[in-house]
């Protein structure tokens, strides 16, 4: 056997063992056991207060309308963007920015993580904290992964660049076409406890067109509903 045969050889049988360990933190995509062992990952706060969160912005259509209704409530949420869309939507950023809310990145390209080396993984990262750093001149320290689903790689890359991946602990399924506004905040409400984290869109460029318009009709009732039982709702920097 030869030198190549017997390292090719080698780097077939090791091949599982890489694969396993890249795949592994997608146990973390699974809601419940994710929320009771996981819990910082899950964006869990404190027991008083709810972390409002946003993924898929900024969208010039849908986005200055929750801005808007957020504004009216005087409510702050976390808004993780795409970095293609922060880039292509500078002034909406600041917007965004100088509304209070606070700023996370949901990657450069809302492409499943698992598909996506080190190198890949770390550029797109890299790319989008980068940019939203150069439009609002503060250096997002949060990451949301899209899907929600994590890779060793991703993990690795989080924090060479310095950023803490938070997912939720309950969501609205807003992004498909069958929703509605009673049925997202049916949907949310059904898993909704103190300290949670919820997720909605802002934006429906990974969604059915128009989805979007279901999260902005369910969120006054959601809110009202958190109101209701006493809890704040506000970003995740303030939720403890």
Same mark, same amino acid.
């Given at each position: ?66 801005? %808007?209704? /957020?504004?009216? *409530?005087?409510? +702050? !949420? &976390?808004?993780?963007?795409? #970095? @293609? ?25 809302? %492409?499943? /993580?698992?598909? *996506?080396?080190? +190198? !890949? &993984?770390?550029?797109?990262? #890299? @790319? ?27 993990? /690795? ?6 950023? &803490? ?33 919820? /997720? ?41």
């Amino acid at each position: 056997m030869t030198a190549t045969h017997l390292i090719r050889k080698t780097a077939l049988a090791a091949l599982p063992a890489l694969l396993a360990a890249h795949t592994a933190p997608v146990v973390s995509t699974f809601g419940p056991l994710r929320n009771r062992f996981m819990p910082r990952l899950s964006g869990r706060g404190r027991p008083d207060h709810i972390a409002l969160t946003f993924d898929d912005g900024p969208d010039p259509l849908s986005t200055p309308q929750f801005l %808007r209704l /957020l504004a009216e *409530r005087q409510v +702050r !949420a &976390t808004f993780f963007l795409l #970095g @293609r869309e922060a880039h292509r939507s500078p002034g909406l950023v600041r917007e965004i920015a100088a509304a209070g809310h606070e700023i996370g990145i949901h990657g450069w390209l809302h %492409r499943p /993580l698992l598909l *996506r080396g080190p +190198r !890949a &993984t770390y550029d797109d990262f #890299g @790319r989008a904290r980068d940019t939203v750093a150069d439009i609002t001149g503060g250096r997002p320290t949060l990451f949301r992964p899209p899907y929600g689903v994590m890779s060793t790689a991703a993990h /690795l890359a989080a924090h060479r660049l310095g950023l &803490t991946p938070v997912l939720w602990t309950c969501w609205g399924e807003d992004w498909t076409s069958r929703a509605t506004p009673a049925s997202v905040h049916r949907t949310v409400t059904t898993d909704l406890d103190g300290g949670g984290t919820i /997720l909605l869109h802002d934006s429906d460029c990974t969604s059915a067109p128009g989805a979007w318009r279901s999260a902005l009709g369910a969120l006054p009732l959601i809110l009202d509903t958190c109101e209701q039982h006493g809890y704040e709702v506000g970003r995740l920097r303030d939720h403890g």
